[in-house]
């Protein structure tokens, strides 16, 4: 070979390796993704272990309000947003109105959680008296029970335009206006400090920031509010939030985790998606605690007896 046929192949391996640095497949590029608040834990844990399974892909995590990802996913801004619930009707028709077609999986199920002071009596709880203390309706804990001395409601969410705040209105109270005197503590567990320390404060937070049961953390917030059994209609029976419950539908406050991707290729979104909903990724979400949306498959080795 001729030094100029050689210095065509050097330049040509160059710009293949530059060309191999810049592509993006399954399992290797770099994304980032919008969390809300309320699913981030199990967000973070899926991430992690994508990460370290595969070194090549790098998918980065922010935490955001429900409605900010999903205006930074429209804008462009996000490859992907992981919310709980659905799109909201307005976001919804702003795809529509863009010509975007999203692409959603659900990637497990999760519970909203009322949690109450420790030392306030009332944890048993029908979704027309939680309309009734979310509006305003309600303004001290005497009208729900006579002997509660709990005091005055007060209603504690983490802030506008969240999950939280968005689930609440749309699928508890109905569409009705939220009482002017709910407090926003900031974050959820901020949220979970303020209800501990607070004798009439009701507050809602999403499964995943009290289910890991293996965290120390999750431990102490379980510990340091009461979480409320809520009234299922149909059997006039109360549940708690766990997976068992909302596997069978028993507990009324469920509400799917969704990926949402504008992304239509096969690139490191639909590498990531397709791992969280795999077999990999759904054992994650059973351990922690929330409900699988595809149950984990399992092996037992039968052994012949001689």
């Not at 027309?128 to 002997?147: F, I, M, N, P």
């Not at 509660?148 to 983490?158: E, F, P, R």
């Not at 999950?163 to 749309?170: H, V």
Request: with cysteine; proline share 5%; glycine share 8%.
């Amino acid at each position: 070979m001729n030094r100029w046929g050689l210095s065509f192949l050097i330049l040509l391996l160059a710009y293949s390796c530059t060309e191999d640095s810049k592509r993006e497949t399954p399992t290797e590029g770099e994304i980032r993704a919008a969390v809300d608040p309320a699913v981030m834990p199990i967000a973070k844990e899926l991430t992690d272990a994508f990460n370290f399974r595969y070194p090549h892909g790098e998918v980065h995590l922010m935490e955001s309000e429900e409605s900010q990802a999903i205006n930074d996913l429209i804008d462009g801004k996000v490859n992907l947003i992981i919310i709980p619930g659905h799109l909201p009707a307005q976001q919804t028709q702003a795809l529509k109105t863009k010509k975007f077609n999203p692409k959603i999986q659900i990637l497990a199920w999760d519970a909203l959680v009322v949690v109450v002071h420790p030392n306030n009596p009332d944890t048993l709880l029908s979704l027309e008296q939680l309309q009734a203390l979310l509006s305003g309706k309600v303004t001290q804990w005497s009208q729900v029970s006579a002997g509660n001395t709990s005091g005055k409601v007060q209603v504690i969410l983490d802030k506008g335009g969240s999950s939280m705040s968005n689930y609440l209105r749309d699928s508890v109270l109905m569409g009705e206006a939220m009482h002017s005197g709910v407090r926003g503590a900031g974050s959820i567990p901020e949220l979970i400090d303020a209800v501990h320390q607070t004798p009439g404060a009701i507050g809602f937070t999403g499964l995943n920031w009290i289910s890991g049961t293996q965290d120390s953390l999750s431990k102490a917030r379980l510990a340091s509010v009461a979480v409320a059994h809520i009234l299922n209609s149909e059997d006039s029976q109360y549940y708690l939030p766990f997976q068992s419950w909302i596997g069978v539908g028993k507990y009324p406050l469920k509400r799917p985790v969704n990926a949402i991707t504008l992304e239509h290729k096969t690139g490191l979104v639909a590498g990531f998606i397709a791992y969280c909903a795999g077999e990999k990724g759904q054992r994650i979400v059973l351990k922690s605690g929330l409900l699988p949306a595809f149950k984990p498959s399992r092996w037992v080795e039968m052994r012949e007896q001689l």
